[in-house]
């Protein structure tokens, strides 16, 4: 039987992969990371390995799950250990990250997660808990204090379920214990993503303690971020061939590609890596890299992602090499492009070549499935935002239309195949009941227009937008996804 990899297996494995060349026994957890995906464990994990073998022992990672086990009984019984895989066409590096101090399960125990983030040497608390985990509305912005979780964090806030509470339960302790505060780097796709997460974490504090909220207003840092690296999600086939090379099972592994990215706005509470050194950008203004990224790849993303999946394409760089699809996410790109501010150092004409070649990349093997999930949480800053900007300009939206038009199908359930699927998003039961027994393309349209928490009103009631928006969806219906990406280009 192929044992799991441990710490006691490290030295036994084919020189092929490289290994944490420092001494793990004397690594500190210096950050607590919610949300221990495969995408934390492909990106920011990796920083903060490198910081380890750059000798600042500091900045071991304990990592924490808000809602299943299934992460801790990948990582705990490996010592921590996973390999990234990183692929690109033929090519491939495989590296063991120890960066990893154990997983816990919040709903487990949620006070020893509360009591671990208060510890005097954790100094970042970074989050990857996806778009509905900060319990947001989409289009506002604002902390849903209806969300049932956000409710019972109110009501014992020692106990919390949700991250902004146990960000403010954990600073609560904090506070009490005379610490400064962590900094908290939010690593999701959200738009203005540290404002957002202050915003909720001091909206919830506020009605626990107001002199608390007070205290993270002026101690507190939650720098706004761009990150970047696309991570498929591990299949059981990943694993297994994985296995065959390392003759151990790794069942916490993540493959990702060659390109890393992050930007982070330089405001820390207290200590932290030495960032710059480890390829990290620190900058006053975040939000010009973040906007191009949201808008030209995740943009780009989703209506890939929807329009392949529609018409049957499994994997991104299958829809990429359809001639019309490739033709509408430049069209897209054209239209999005128009309403960034590139931040210096990035060139655009450049940037969509290298998205290109990356969506491209075969070995990923990334679904579209995948991220078409969680459209609702998506929608407002990849298309609506350049949507909204654009109709603002007098500019047209065809391409950006179409992609919404085809998340709006999605919600169907249906593929052009016939073949029906669950719908993946936490508004699917709201989409599904605004759909029932409404026929007709346009009604279609209006009905899910109305959702004000993904279109704001504005837009909504913007009649240039509806109309394109229905056309691009009558398109849709009458010529199937290839068909109506061609023509959007026209
Ligand atoms: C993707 C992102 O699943 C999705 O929605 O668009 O996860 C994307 O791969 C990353 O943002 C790339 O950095």
């Not at 207290?270 to 973040?290: H, I």
């Amino acid at each position: 039987m192929i044992e799991r990899l441990s710490e006691a297996r490290l030295g036994a494995l084919p020189s092929i992969v490289a290994r944490p060349a420092y001494d793990r026994a004397a690594v500190g957890i210096g950050v607590v990371h919610l949300g221990v995906g495969a995408f934390h464990r492909a990106h920011q994990a990796v920083v903060f390995d490198d910081a380890l073998a750059a000798g600042d022992l500091r900045w071991g990672v304990l990592g924490a799950s808000l809602r299943s086990s299934g992460v801790r009984d990948q990582l705990n019984p490996q010592d921590g250990l996973y390999t990234l895989v990183v692929r690109d066409g033929a090519e491939e590096h495989l590296r063991v990250i120890g960066a990893g101090r154990g997983v816990l399960v919040g709903p487990e125990d949620p006070a020893a997660l509360v009591a671990a983030m208060a510890r005097p040497d954790v100094h970042i608390v970074t989050l990857t808990v996806t778009e509905k985990g900060y319990r947001l509305d989409p289009a506002t912005g604002d902390l849903r204090f209806d969300d049932a979780d956000v409710a019972a964090d109110l009501a014992d806030i020692d106990a919390p379920r949700t991250a902004p509470g146990f960000i403010v339960a954990a600073l609560r302790a904090r506070k009490a214990a005379g610490l400064k505060p962590f900094t908290v780097i939010s690593c999701d796709n959200l738009p203005h993503n540290g404002k957002r997460i202050r915003a909720g974490v001091i909206a919830m504090a506020r009605r626990i303690d107001p002199s608390l909220a007070h205290w993270i207003e002026v101690e507190g840092a939650f720098p706004q971020t761009m990150i970047d690296r696309i991570v498929p999600a591990t299949t059981a086939d990943d694993i297994a061939g994985l296995a065959v090379r390392l003759d151990v099972i790794d069942q916490g592994m993540v493959k990702a590609e060659p390109f890393t990215q992050w930007v982070i706005e330089d405001w820390f509470a207290g200590e932290r890596p030495d960032f710059p050194s480890l390829g990290v950008q620190l900058t006053d203004a975040v939000e010009p890299w973040e906007n191009a990224k949201l808008r030209l790849l995740n943009g780009a993303h989703s209506a890939i992602a929807y329009l392949g999946a529609l018409s049957g394409y499994e994997h991104v760089h299958e829809a990429v090499a359809v001639p019309a699809f490739r033709a509408y996410v430049e069209a897209l790109w054209d239209e999005a492009q128009t309403t960034l501010n590139p931040p210096q150092g990035l060139d655009i004409p450049t940037y969509r070549d290298a998205l290109m070649a990356r969506f491209s990349n075969a070995a990923l093997m990334h679904r579209t499935r995948q991220i078409a999930m969680d459209g609702s949480q998506k929608l407002p800053q990849r298309l609506l935002a350049g949507a909204a900007e654009r109709l603002a300009a007098g500019q047209g939206i065809k391409a950006l239309a179409l992609g919404v038009a085809a998340w709006m199908k999605w919600q169907s359930g249906v593929t052009e195949g016939g073949e029906v699927f669950i719908v993946d998003d936490p508004l699917a039961a709201k989409t599904a009941e605004r759909l029932e027994g409404v026929d007709d393309d346009p009604s279609r349209v209006l009905a899910l227009l109305g959702l004000s928490e993904v279109f704001p009103t504005r837009l909504a009631d913007d009649n240039r937008f509806a109309v394109a928006v229905t056309d691009a969806y009558l398109s849709l219906s009458r010529n199937g996804a290839v068909e109506a990406a061609r023509l959007a280009v026209e």
